[in-house]
């Protein structure tokens, strides 16, 4: 019969060769602290993660994080491929921002080609652009509001989503794999009677999004978990350096889409939403009002495109050619997703695969920020601080 | 301020250490410069300080086999004008390289360079936690993003699953792993 006490010391000293000499640092612990581990299936977010927290009754005194549960690779499989081929690679970062990841692996290549869209291929980029954004805030705020046991909230949430999703789907042909944008243009034109659907939807959406508002900031159990809750400072977010939604809660007005402008953003009336406090119940209130930003955008997009080609007359490769070769240099663009910055730096070489590929994610930057946003938090706000930063792991294990 | 500012300021303050300093001509006109490895962090220091780069974008790293060196690539901007700088350093490809940590300028510098040195094995002197970050802890040492990589991690390319029957090496499977993430709770 196995000594139970055998098994125990034998398992502890597996884990100590596992943790490494720097590591063992945080792992010592007095005699009012523990180690509870959170992860890698967690409570925050889909994607696998590890959480260890050094806790002190019911305070945690410090945090580490543990990644690469589903490391894919990405970088390295798009330097195996063709440009093109490696396009449906970049969506698989983060599914519920696929647009954006094209977007910024296809405005880096067109750098590198010397190439640009013609003006409807851009009003249909930047449409959907904010289309992925509306339906990444509705699910990211919904699960969100489930988390904290607030399931209602994302009953509706999800099914408002759904309008959005059969928007992207009836132009994209996919509901969260787009693949859509294209070297120099898009895939497909608007189809007949979009903008009119398209409208109703926003306009309902848009007033949705009011009574989400007033759900959120009237429901006392809601505001009790949020307001005041994981707060980061002007000082915080800078140190960490944040982008997108978490950055803007905390009062600076700092929007790729305006700093950087790509496509016909610059001639596109919007301003950047910002919060004061920079606690979780800013950030959701920045996302919701992000969403009926983004319904605005796309109105004054409907309004403003005109008809005309999608690609521009002269390509260096053939429309429906797979390989092409690229000049050689290198391109960065940074890209406004609907977490922050995103941008695809690319070395080109010459040849028709790139060099080297680097994928510059805004959750990488949000997951590195949570530990020392952990730090003297109750436990039962972990879950609730973590998931408010809508950080997606599937890309930070890129 | 824009790039051509901040190009002079640059080449003015680092005579020697600062080398093929440009604009460039397309958005969003990024001042790219190649920059001493011994000086990388005066540099960046510098930039914070005196010209605002408040926000490291990211750190990343190319391996050009053919000219035996890698180049360590900063993404570096601000939070209050719209210049990116991109800075290069050269590091020899030879048996242990290394570069200087820029952690004590901006904080967030610590999980790039952690992803840098576990996918290409460039040692960041000064760094307080060089472990893995994304990968496998028995991948450390094999540096798969390297241009010499063969391709797959070297425990899996042993399994048996290739056609040809001359390639098929021994296998060691099961992997041998010193032990796994969800046993460390017996710790305390």
């Keep these: ?398 | 301020m824009d790039g051509e500012t901040v190009l002079d300021s640059l080449k003015s303050q680092f005579q020697d250490a600062v080398m093929d300093a440009m604009v460039d001509s397309q958005p969003p006109h990024i001042v790219c410069a190649n920059v001493d490895k011994e000086k990388i962090v005066d540099v960046c220091a510098y930039l914070k300080d005196n010209l605002q780069f408040n926000r490291l974008s990211g750190i990343t790293s190319v391996d050009f086999l053919d000219k035996n060196k890698f180049e360590v690539v900063y993404m570096i901007a601000s939070y209050d004008h719209s210049v990116i700088v991109k800075l290069k350093a050269d590091v020899v490809r030879d048996e242990n390289p290394s570069i200087d940590t820029v952690i004590p300028v901006w904080w967030n510098a610590n999980w790039y360079e952690r992803e840098v040195y576990e996918l290409m094995g460039i040692y960041f002197n000064g760094h307080p936690e060089m472990t893995v970050l994304v990968l496998t802890d028995d991948m450390m040492g094999e540096w798969p993003f390297r241009k010499d990589y063969p391709g797959f991690p070297q425990t899996a390319a042993k399994y048996p699953y290739s056609d040809d029957q001359e390639s098929v090496v021994e296998s060691e499977y099961p992997l041998k792993w010193k032990s796994w993430p969800s046993e460390r709770h017996y710790l305390e």
């Design chain 1, 1 to 398: 019969m196995v000594n139970k006490h055998d098994v125990k010391k034998r398992m502890r000293q597996l884990a100590a060769d596992y943790i490494h000499e720097p590591q063992q640092e945080a792992y010592k612990l007095d005699d009012t602290e523990m180690m509870l581990h959170i992860g890698p299936q967690n409570p925050i977010q889909p994607g696998p993660f590890l959480i260890d927290l050094k806790i002190s009754g019911e305070t945690v005194r410090d945090s580490k994080l543990y990644m690469g549960y589903g490391h894919k690779g990405i970088e390295k499989i798009l330097e195996s491929l063709t440009y093109i081929q490696g396009l449906p690679i970049t969506d698989r970062m983060c599914y519920l921002s696929s647009l954006s990841n094209n977007e910024a692996y296809v405005s880096s290549v067109e750098r590198l080609l010397d190439i640009e869209p013609p003006e409807r291929s851009q009003y249909i980029r930047v449409i959907m652009q904010e289309l992925s954004r509306i339906q990444s805030h509705l699910l990211g705020t919904g699960e969100y509001a489930t988390d904290l046991g607030f399931v209602t909230m994302f009953l509706f949430m999800i099914r408002e989503r759904e309008y959005v999703l059969g928007l992207i789907e009836d132009i994209t042909g996919a509901r969260i794999t787009h693949c859509f944008p294209r070297f120099g243009g898009v895939r497909e034109d608007l189809p007949e009677g979009w903008r009119e659907k398209a409208i109703d939807v926003l306009a309902m959406i848009n007033e949705k999004c009011e009574t989400y508002k007033e759900l959120f900031s009237s429901d006392r159990t809601y505001r009790m978990r949020t307001v005041g809750i994981g707060t980061l400072t002007k000082e915080d977010v800078i140190k960490v350096g944040l982008t997108g939604p978490a950055l803007r809660a905390a009062g600076i007005d700092y929007d790729v889409r305006k700093v950087y402008p790509t496509l016909t953003y610059p001639d596109i009336d919007f301003k950047v939403q910002t919060g004061n406090n920079g606690d979780i119940f800013d950030r959701i209130m920045v996302r919701i009002n992000e969403i009926q930003e983004s319904c605005w955008i796309i109105e004054q997009a409907l309004d403003q495109i005109k008809p005309g080609p999608l690609f521009p007359d002269e390509l260096p490769y053939g429309r429906r050619t797979p390989s092409m070769r690229v000049p050689p240099g290198e391109a960065y663009v940074p890209v406004e997703d609907p977490r922050g910055e995103i941008a695809i730096y690319i070395v080109s070489d010459g040849t028709d695969k790139p060099y080297r590929v680097k994928v510059r994610g805004p959750s990488f930057a949000l997951m590195q920020g949570l530990p020392p946003m952990l730090e003297n938090v109750y436990i039962a706000d972990v879950p609730a601080i973590a998931a408010s930063m809508d950080s997606c792991n599937s890309e930070v294990d890129r």
